[in-house]
């Protein structure tokens, strides 16, 4: 019987031409973050069961690779479920993990720790356009620094990097903390246990919009009045860095005014310091939907491009979970796959690749000649220059063509004897 | 509970300074193999378990993580077997995936096709010094092309990168042909049924010596004078082009000349082209493990460093397996890991890379200066220069030690006010 030659289910071959364009951008992204002092680390794809399914993941538990015991451990006669035959799983992200590496190895790595990471990561989701169940992701991560630094280092560190990728894209970060949608939520009358369930219909804004939101809110019960006051304070709430210390003022009863003040101090330097272009603006209806988030949370969007391009937020409770003391945390993740689905859907053009060079070589060339004209490859390789040497095929003009599509350029012909006409 | 710190059983967590070696590593492979032609691709992770165990991988496919069904599929109470379980599962190399990669794709690519592949593998080993269950393999591969230039290109290719990589290290070449191989045994009068055992036993070489191969090949009851005339022939055979040719015309009853011919070519290109140092001989002792090999076989050993740092050969028939109709292909695979672990023990310096700088901000700075100090830390950023912004700990000695062991050494700090004596 034959081998299956497709991918399975859901995951893909990935061809020279898109290869190339990711290869660029995550140098790019590479060598923004190191000029921020990012230190790059990796972690095992393969991950234990009880991290993995340990509720940080939120729905991503759900769609994790599980992995069959092996050898003797593998007791398939006496298994009674799932569990009984596994041990480890794939990693749905690169933040849990992480987490992990920090508590085992956090007495050898400076503190406060600034990690960077590009790795792939798997999701059994329903295979769908432009999701895939094995994508790469690309994270920058501030640990053990509590202080606003690491908002506006990550803030800084992403808007620089996305900026030189897609030059020419106007993008919106968006920001918002956890602790103000606790704050204006409960100031408007909401009961601290609902709180969840309110910020998963506030989370459908994109969807449904201010109307859709304030009737399901009604809908699901909540007191008429508060969900008024909530969809007005939502709506007149101020976009900038005086807009969130105002409503600090207003909430003053509810939140501590140094939560407001923080934000407003992390907008406010943001937007003095950075170089590259983008709005930046408070945004109360952003909720982002893993539970692991504490505090900051923030996310980007780009001109001409539905959903966002990047995101991340603060989340100070995660390493408790493995050392049973908590540590400050806070984290950005590009999502590297939508940016290369961009840049692919725009021609995959790569800026600053060098020209390349093909030698193509008539079939019978007498040793000496080869090896000089190989000698002569190896010359310019020597001096940077790319180059393929090939037997010239019956079919050159096709094969230029081919070649053509791999960025060959410039090719040189070298036959046995002169050419007849 | 606790969630677990460790890394799941034989796999582990790369620290800064090993990835920067790596990373470094990986570019100098990269940049070379791109100066021969080769092309960056990539295959996912995971492989039907189909693929995986059609008997290409050998003994590796004892060691496949296998990834448990999903949904309805995953039929617990009636599975029988852990057949029944599966139907994916992590490669074992990258081989068999660019094997699949190229009968799926094959129509988009260029003929010949120079693939590059730098990706994670995985085989559950037996935990054990240096020995990962996870681990990264760096191919290039030539699919396509059946003339000797592939071998040509693979091995002036590899010994260029690996003379980039470690510059001050004498290396060796051994080469040997899957059918001289045969035709030896062959003409010293072993079966042609038994030969797989004999090699088995050849390869032994290195641990057991001639006379333990002797001892074993008499021991599992071969003719005394065919087992003597193959250790004097193995032990006669010249090493240079010219005993190539010379055994060609040896046995030239049961094997085409052709095949020393050839090999005898690919010795004498590459030696005159070459611009790495290194020795390259014919070792007719050299098998190769794997079976999937039909020709040329090779491998790279590093001086004071036991075992190869590289290896590869052709293998004819692995495409057919996939689309029914064999298609030329011969790979060189560097042994990225046990490259790596050298470079650490001796240090782990990596050169070239650009010295850090630390800003190391006291805390309580007032707002206007910080900014002032970020937008000092971007422009010097713009300019190439990595600057990490760090709140100054209050231990500053044990900071700057710390930042010390990730390579900055240089430190700016700043002050509220004057320090006081």
């Not at 299956?4 to 990935?14: A, L, S």
């Not at 798997?122 to 690309?138: L, M, N, V």
């Not at 506006?152 to 970060?173: D, H, Q, R, S, Y």
Request: hydrophobic residues 35%; aromatic residues 8%.
């Amino acid at each position: 019987m034959a081998l299956k030659k497709k991918p399975v289910t859901g995951m893909r071959d990935i061809l020279p031409a898109e290869m190339q364009v990711r290869e660029y951008v995550m140098n790019q992204i590479r060598e923004t973050y190191r000029g921020f002092g990012f230190t790059q680390i990796e972690t095992p794809c393969v991950e234990h069961i009880e991290n993995l399914t340990s509720k940080q993941g939120g729905d991503n538990e759900k769609l994790i690779f599980k992995i069959l015991k092996r050898g003797e451990k593998l007791k398939l006669e006496t298994a009674e479920s799932e569990r009984d035959l596994v041990e480890e799983g794939l990693r749905y992200d690169l933040t849990l993990p992480l987490a992990r590496y920090y508590s085992n190895n956090g007495a050898q790595l400076p503190n406060p720790f600034k990690a960077l990471q590009m790795g792939s990561v798997w999701r059994a989701d329903k295979p769908q356009k432009g999701r895939f169940r094995q994508f790469t992701q690309c994270d920058i991560d501030i640990l053990g620094d509590a202080s606003s630094m690491a908002e506006i280092e990550l803030i800084l560190a992403t808007t620089t990097a996305l900026g030189k990728i897609c030059p020419n894209n106007a993008f919106t970060v968006r920001i918002n903390d956890r602790e103000i949608l606790r704050g204006m939520a409960l100031y408007c009358g909401f009961p601290e246990d609902s709180l969840d369930s309110v910020f998963i219909t506030l989370d459908k804004m994109d969807k449904i919009g201010t109307e859709g939101v304030e009737k399901e809110l009604l809908e699901a019960g909540y007191c008429q009045e508060s969900v008024a006051q909530y969809i007005k304070l939502l709506s007149e709430v101020g976009h900038d860095a005086a807009g969130v210390r105002k409503l600090g003022e207003m909430l003053s009863q509810v939140l501590p005014k140094a939560v407001t003040d923080g934000l407003a101090y992390i907008m406010e330097t943001v937007s003095d310091v950075a170089e590259t272009e983008f709005s930046l603006y408070f945004d109360p209806t952003l909720v982002r939907g893993m539970s692991y988030y504490t505090g900051t949370i923030f996310e980007v969007s780009m001109e001409g491009f539905g959903g966002s391009v990047a995101g991340g937020g603060r989340y100070d409770k995660m390493i408790g979970k493995f050392t049973g003391k908590d540590a400050p945390a806070c984290g950005f993740s590009i999502g590297f796959e939508r940016i290369i689905t961009i840049l692919m859907d725009r021609g995959g053009e790569v800026p600053g690749e060098q020209p390349r060079k093909a030698y193509l070589v008539e079939k019978g060339m007498d040793d000496a000649r080869f090896c000089e004209i190989m000698r002569q490859a190896m010359a310019e390789r020597k001096n940077g220059v790319q180059v393929l040497v090939a037997q010239m095929n019956k079919n050159k003009k096709f094969q230029k063509e081919q070649l053509g599509k791999e960025g060959y350029i410039e090719f040189v012909e070298f036959y046995r004897e002169a050419l007849k006409e």
